[in-house]
């Protein structure tokens, strides 16, 4: 499958003072896949180690010193690749790294061995250096997330559907009925299959989506099974709190609520659990932006209030199954829910941070991206809608207290192509309007 990131690996391969490469993502998302097709492609050697596969807590210890002995590698690890002669345009690859701490240590060893040699990490962990900032420029990171509506469409023999939604929103011109009728069906199947690799083959290969949520649950169960092993008595909670997002996201008031978990639960006794999902991609957290903050230039976290926040599932075909293995597919609001979560994908696929903000009614609530933009305003909102409406009463409750913002309005079920404008976009063009809106950042 054509995947937009493996351009920026070939870069990285091809930079001439490159540094070791981290590509961190979700699990599920193809990393490992992509690092391999980079070495089978492009080297004329390649030696894979997975990292979480080795018997001992010494991990590559061992591996490391056969090395220098014998040039071969322990039965615990997996080699794929050339055995020709030489040092020159190999890549080392080290899967499933989860423990960062001793990254630095590893890469010495990997360098100690094969000096001329390329280094790719890869890990289902957010790579943070702040605790140790003479890291930070050691290294370069990519993300991994999963595949975009334009991917899907590529993947499923519609790749010229996407120069044309291109087209579309940068002409601010509506499709010809046929096409937009065609591509709202291929979107609502992208809902229900989403963007990982595993449930798209499936998909391409039998022509529907009879299997895919028995996929996603097998994904669910390997990341409950892996989070047990990594962090004890951790899974139980990261469960309890994935299973209730879909009942969460279909109430009118979509704040995440932790007595909608268990009668009496706390943010405290699932702190932990939240940290895990945040660092391991799995979630992503939407927070609540005052009145206060959002005027201001800045977008550091700290500006955020993580009193009241938001949380998706990082995969929009995930989060559907999941929805209806837990029945809430059934609910009244389902869509609006299934809808909010598409959108947050997207904005984290543009690495855009993003928050909400609601009236005072507390009964609905707008994305508030938090960038600057061609207006020079530090906010944009983008309201999510099943209705086609002349005017919103929550977009004008925000800009009578934030005049000069400006808006910009998603409409889905009732859209109607002849309704193209600035201000309203089918959803298959949302991702192409965010992707354009990075341009002016």
């Known amino acids: 499958?054509?995947?937009?990131?493996?351009?920026?690996?070939?870069?990285?391969?091809?930079?001439?003072?490159?540094?070791?490469?981290?590509?961190?993502?979700?699990?599920?998302?193809?990393?490992?896949?992509?690092?391999?097709?980079?070495?089978?492609?492009?080297?004329?050697?390649?030696?894979?180690i997975n990292?979480?596969?080795?018997?001992?807590?010494?991990?590559?210890?061992?591996?490391?010193?056969?090395?220098q002995l014998t040039g071969i590698i322990s039965e615990l690890?997996?080699?794929?690749?050339?055995?020709?002669?030489?040092?020159?345009?190999?890549?080392?690859?080290?899967?499933?790294?989860?423990?960062?701490?001793?990254?630095?240590?590893?890469?010495?060893?990997?360098?100690?061995?094969?000096?001329?040699?390329?280094?790719?990490?890869?890990?289902?962990?957010?790579?943070?250096?702040?605790?140790?900032?003479?890291?930070?420029?050691?290294?370069?990171?990519?993300?991994?997330?999963?595949?975009?509506?334009?991917?899907?469409?590529?993947?499923?023999?519609?790749?010229?559907?996407?120069?044309?939604?291109?087209?579309?929103?940068?002409?601010?011109?509506?499709?010809?009925?046929?096409?937009?009728?065609?591509?709202m069906n291929l979107f609502e199947t992208y809902l229900i299959v989403g963007g990982l690799p595993a449930a798209v083959n499936e998909y391409i290969n039998n022509g529907n989506t009879e299997n895919i949520t028995q996929i996603h649950r097998d994904i669910l169960y390997s990341y409950f099974y892996e989070t047990d092993i990594k962090e004890e008595n951790c899974a139980l909670k990261v469960r309890q709190m994935l299973y209730t997002l879909p009942l969460q996201l279909s109430k009118r008031n979509k704040k995440f609520q932790f007595n909608q978990i268990r009668k009496g639960a706390t943010e405290n006794q699932y702190k932990d659990s939240l940290t895990f999902i945040k660092n391991s991609f799995c979630g992503m957290i939407c927070?609540?932006?005052?009145?206060?903050?959002?005027?201001?230039?800045?977008?550091?976290?700290?500006?955020?209030?993580?009193?009241?926040?938001?949380?998706?599932?990082?995969?929009?075909g995930l989060y559907h199954s999941l929805s209806k293995i837990t029945g809430c597919d059934q609910k009244e609001g389902f869509r609006e829910g299934l809808i909010e979560s598409y959108i947050a994908q997207v904005l984290t696929g543009a690495d855009i941070p993003f928050g909400y903000w609601e009236s005072a009614s507390g009964s609905h609530s707008l994305f508030l991206l938090r960038a600057s933009f061609k207006s020079n305003y530090p906010i944009l909102p983008l309201?999510?809608?099943?209705?086609?409406?002349?005017?919103?009463?929550?977009?004008?409750?925000?800009?009578?207290?934030?005049?000069?913002?400006?808006?910009?309005?998603?409409?889905?079920?009732?859209?109607?192509?002849?309704?193209?404008?600035r201000d309203i976009i089918p959803l298959y063009g949302v991702k192409n309007i965010i992707d354009n809106l990075i341009l002016f950042r």
């Open 287 to 316: 927070p609540r932006l005052t009145d206060d903050t959002i005027s201001r230039t800045d977008t550091e976290e700290a500006n955020y209030n993580f009193n009241a926040f938001k949380l998706y599932l990082f995969d929009i």
């Open 77 to 183: 690890t997996a080699i794929e690749g050339s055995t020709e002669e030489g040092n020159e345009n190999g890549l080392f690859i080290v899967d499933d790294m989860t423990c960062m701490e001793e990254l630095d240590n590893i890469i010495h060893k990997i360098n100690k061995l094969y000096p001329c040699w390329d280094i790719l990490i890869v890990s289902g962990y957010v790579t943070d250096f702040r605790s140790v900032p003479y890291l930070t420029n050691k290294y370069t990171t990519l993300k991994l997330h999963p595949m975009d509506f334009d991917e899907f469409l590529s993947a499923a023999g519609q790749e010229w559907y996407v120069e044309m939604i291109n087209e579309s929103v940068n002409k601010n011109s509506s499709l010809p009925f046929i096409f937009h009728e065609d591509l």
């Open 383 to 421: 309201e999510i809608r099943t209705k086609i409406q002349k005017r919103s009463k929550l977009l004008g409750s925000l800009k009578e207290k934030q005049p000069k913002i400006d808006q910009m309005l998603i409409t889905t079920d009732e859209y109607s192509n002849e309704e193209v404008s």
């Open 51 to 67: 990292y979480e596969l080795q018997a001992d807590k010494d991990k590559l210890a061992a591996c490391f010193e056969r090395f």
């Open 1 to 48: 499958m054509k995947r937009k990131l493996f351009a920026q690996l070939k870069i990285w391969k091809e930079s001439l003072q490159k540094k070791p490469l981290i590509l961190n993502g979700a699990k599920g998302t193809g990393k490992t896949y992509l690092a391999l097709t980079l070495a089978k492609d492009f080297y004329k050697r390649y030696i894979y």
